[in-house]
């Protein structure tokens, strides 16, 4: 935290970090008028914005259908395989896209050569690439997710499935108007939860997967700071957006939980 | 009662789409596997799917004689045991102050801690405190700045203020100390929970890439994760700037190699997962409780 200072200042090795000239806002100013800057935060937003939409209903939908399976052994087995993605590290998730995708011998590019006759970049193009990034990131993290929403299913009263059975509804009927209305509340708070999150990207992820030729799209505030902070010594400028992208957070956070205790479920 | 036709159909759609779910989760290992197993005429005319073509361990040999993989493992694991240890100890000690009710300025350390999960300086400071603390290139950089996940440690309070005062009463009365009855009441109580945080640490620790790659700049102490990751980068780069000539006559091509040591990094993982899994999702669940 007291290294944050430096986003108020022209910092310099030789100065130290106390010694260094004050600059006022001057970091801040030059963040919001330099193009690179703005497309990165636009970026970071893109991103995690289209990361937590699309993988909004997969947790949901796979928790409601575990929920319907009365075999235990199948629903072990499928929950052992969904639950284990979420334990890799984005190493193994990003190498074994590379090896998938990859335009020599990947195994996807070898079925759509097969079906379109031509061989297609699907890391080097921007749309295509964004696919693969929120993929993966659904991949890894999907299954683990549906933990929270299946718990929020136990507490669901079974009286209600018998009473509703004991009407005539048919098990679809009932996955509308029983199992989705009882965990309403829970999905609109990790809704708002995940809102709350929207300024971080996970680095590993952007960092591991991006390739110069996407850069334009995929460069997002942690790998600036890293490539530009660290790598380029930038100290000031890069502490400014770092702390920049806390704030914006901080307040995020707050203000979901303060939208989350409206519904008597507040994070603490 | 025998279910009806219409109840059939969606009971054969929800086993179908939740096979389709699980066979996507599996199937892109068993075919990592099977690209690091089988020879590079297979793999290059792209006929290897799931599974190895004229099967061979020729991948794994090159990557432990042609990269110090060995090396970067032991330091994966040191880096795992070390930390979960030093981790899982000082999580114990914070949780346990935190769940009694006679330890003055409670609310004030507990606020303390929580808000460094929510507002950090950020990427750069962190990193002038490592340098100026001369932790860079020490393990030491990896084990401190993250030596108690604040979440975790919410997880482990909460379970701990779930025991039944009770306990405590009766073990004070028939004369326990506080240190013994953290360790003779209270973590054996909490062992499903203790479990879980240490598979949730030594996976962080396992998996830790970014630490590593800020903090770490001698690559004779790079841990697996930086050492692999470097390999697929260049490979991509490789494959950028087209391949052809060279590693056509080699026996191997370097995405062989990977894989490779994807399989390496995922195997401890599987070894480890099935023995933690009935423990890990209730310890997920006491987190869910509101502490």
């Known amino acids: 935290m007291y290294g944050a200072i430096i986003a108020f200042k022209k910092y310099n090795f030789t100065d130290g970090i106390l010694h260094s000239p004050w600059v006022g806002l001057?970091?801040?100013?030059?963040?919001?008028?330099?193009?690179?800057?703005?497309?990165?935060?636009?970026?970071?937003?893109?991103?995690?914005?289209?990361?937590?939409?699309?993988?909004?209903?997969?947790?949901?939908?796979?928790?409601?259908?575990?929920?319907?399976?009365?075999?235990?052994?199948?629903?072990?087995?499928?929950?052992?395989?969904?639950?284990?993605?979420?334990?890799?590290?984005?190493?193994?998730?990003?190498?074994?896209?590379?090896?998938?995708?990859?335009?020599?011998?990947?195994?996807?590019?070898?079925?759509?050569?097969?079906?379109?006759?031509?061989?297609?970049?699907?890391?080097?193009?921007?749309?295509?690439?964004?696919?693969?990034?929120?993929?993966?990131?659904?991949?890894?993290?999907?299954?683990?997710?549906?933990?929270?929403?299946?718990?929020?299913?136990?507490?669901?009263?079974?009286?209600?499935?018998?009473?509703?059975?004991?009407?005539?509804?048919?098990?679809?009927?009932?996955?509308?108007?029983?199992?989705?209305?009882?965990?309403?509340?829970?999905?609109?708070?990790?809704?708002?939860?995940?809102?709350?999150?929207?300024?971080?990207?996970?680095?590993?992820?952007?960092?591991?997967?991006?390739?110069?030729?996407?850069?334009?799209?995929?460069?997002?505030?942690?790998?600036?700071?890293?490539?530009?902070?660290?790598?380029?010594?930038?100290?000031?400028?890069?502490?400014?957006?770092?702390?920049?992208?806390?704030?914006?957070?901080?307040?995020?956070?707050?203000?979901?939980?303060?939208?989350?205790?409206?519904?008597?479920?507040?994070?603490? | 009662m025998k279910p009806s036709l219409g109840e059939r159909i969606y009971l054969i759609g929800v086993y179908m789409v939740l096979t389709v779910a699980a066979l996507m989760c599996l199937l892109p290992l068993v075919h990592i596997v099977s690209v690091s197993t089988s020879s590079l005429q297979a793999v290059a005319s792209g006929r290897v799917t799931l599974f190895p073509i004229d099967a061979s361990l020729e991948a794994y040999r090159q990557l432990i004689d042609g990269t110090p993989i060995v090396r970067a493992m032991w330091n994966s694991a040191y880096i795992t045991v070390a930390g979960i240890l030093f981790s899982m100890t000082f999580t114990v000690l914070a949780a346990y102050p935190l769940t009694r009710s006679y330890f003055i300025g409670r609310r004030m350390y507990t606020f303390a801690i929580v808000f460094t999960m929510l507002f950090g300086g950020g990427l750069i400071p962190t990193y002038m405190t490592i340098r100026s603390l001369e932790l860079i290139n020490t393990y030491w950089s990896l084990w401190l700045p993250g030596l108690v996940s604040v979440f975790n440690m919410l997880v482990l309070r909460t379970s701990i203020e779930n025991i039944p005062s009770e306990i405590d009463e009766a073990s004070r009365i028939d004369g326990c100390g506080e240190w013994r009855y953290l360790l003779r009441i209270v973590l054996p109580l909490s062992m499903p929970v203790l479990a879980t945080l240490a598979l949730f640490y030594g996976v962080g620790y396992w998996n830790s890439f970014f630490n590593v790659l800020m903090f770490i700049n001698d690559p004779a102490k790079f841990n697996m994760a930086v050492l692999v990751q470097q390999m697929i980068q260049s490979q991509t780069m490789l494959s950028q700037l087209n391949a052809l000539g060279s590693s056509e006559q080699l026996q191997l091509s370097p995405e062989m190699v990977n894989a490779a040591a994807v399989v390496v990094m995922v195997l401890p993982m599987l070894v480890v997962y099935p023995l933690l899994q009935k423990y890990f999702v209730k310890g997920v669940m006491i987190g869910a409780v509101k502490g």
């Open chain 1, 26 to 268: 001057d970091n801040f100013k030059l963040l919001f008028s330099t193009p690179t800057t703005i497309q990165i935060i636009r970026n970071t937003l893109a991103l995690s914005l289209l990361s937590i939409v699309a993988g909004f209903p997969f947790p949901i939908l796979l928790a409601v259908l575990l929920n319907e399976v009365r075999r235990m052994w199948f629903k072990k087995i499928v929950q052992t395989l969904v639950y284990l993605p979420h334990f890799f590290s984005w190493v193994i998730v990003s190498g074994i896209v590379v090896t998938i995708f990859s335009q020599q011998n990947g195994v996807v590019s070898g079925l759509w050569e097969s079906l379109t006759g031509r061989s297609y970049p699907f890391l080097y193009r921007e749309g295509s690439w964004l696919a693969i990034f929120v993929g993966s990131g659904i991949w890894k993290e999907a299954g683990f997710s549906a933990i929270i929403y299946l718990a929020a299913l136990t507490s669901i009263e079974p009286s209600l499935y018998e009473a509703s059975s004991m009407d005539g509804a048919s098990r679809w009927k009932q996955l509308w108007h029983v199992t989705l209305p009882g965990i309403r509340t829970t999905i609109a708070l990790m809704f708002i939860l995940s809102m709350g999150r929207v300024m971080e990207v996970g680095f590993d992820q952007v960092y591991m997967l991006q390739n110069s030729t996407v850069s334009d799209i995929s460069e997002v505030i942690s790998t600036y700071i890293y490539k530009i902070g660290l790598m380029g010594a930038q100290f000031s400028l890069t502490t400014a957006i770092g702390l920049f992208e806390s704030l914006v957070g901080l307040i995020l956070v707050l203000g979901a939980n303060a939208i989350a205790r409206k519904y008597g479920n507040g994070l603490w």
